[in-house]
């Protein structure tokens, strides 16, 4: 079997494709914290590009069975019962609920591949367990789709393309091809800052964003971690993400 990989770091740099696999990344902050409010026990995350959308859905659920994330330029949205902040999602608040989850970049990623046959959900702390269910999957073409800032390019995204390229090409019997030099880059700057990650999420446009206005110093460590999640989010219904 060969496994092609594709990256592109950000929604709309998305050509039309034949790939039946995606999986989008959201480093700072969006898909490191699905991956743990689904650890911490959440039923469900309902994702949304659109706040306005997001709030008549989530009206249709129990008061109790329901909490509302909003994120705006790194900040909490008023109204919201949360932000995107992966070390508020802990079991009190998350057990059993669901999640209706609208934030700067990452949702807005969901969004331009939900027709994937299969979308799976990664960051940094589920990177070994997103590759490994890749190789299980047996399909030849992957998607990598950064969530990037506005826009615009976000080098903690490629980093962890970068890991999970690294992850398939060292520790799989399949042949591994990158596809394009977005991936090359993104393999290049893995191999660069493997070794203190967390620095190069302080380094980056958005982390040093986040350290202006805010202490971030849990978040940053907590989206620093490697592979100690062992959970795959992945679509099971469109822009709903459970684990799988």
Known sequence: MTINLSYYHVAHAVPQNDSEVAVVIDVLRATTTIAWAL??????????????????????????KRLMLGERGGKKME????????????????????????????????????????????????????????????????LILGSGWEGSYSLEDTLAAGALASYLVENSNITINIMNDELNAALALWDFWKGDI?????????????????DFEDDFRCCAQLDCLNIVPMQVEENVIRAS
């Open 198 to 214: 967390l620095k190069c999420l302080k380094t980056t446009t958005h982390g040093k964003r986040l350290t202006s206005i805010g």
């Open 79 to 142: 109204g919201f019962d949360l932000g995107n902040s992966p070390k508020k999602v802990t079991r009190e608040l998350v057990a059993g609920k669901r999640l209706f989850m609208s934030t700067t970049n990452g949702t807005r990623a969901f969004e331009k591949v939900k027709d994937k046959k299969i979308l799976l959900s990664m960051a940094l702390t589920n990177r070994k367990a997103v590759a490994e269910r890749i190789i299980s999957i047996n399909e030849s073409n992957i």
């Open 39 to 64: 650890t911490n026990g959440a039923d469900s995350i309902q994702v949304f590009s659109d706040l306005t959308l997001l709030k008549k859905e989530a009206m249709k659920w129990n008061s109790d």
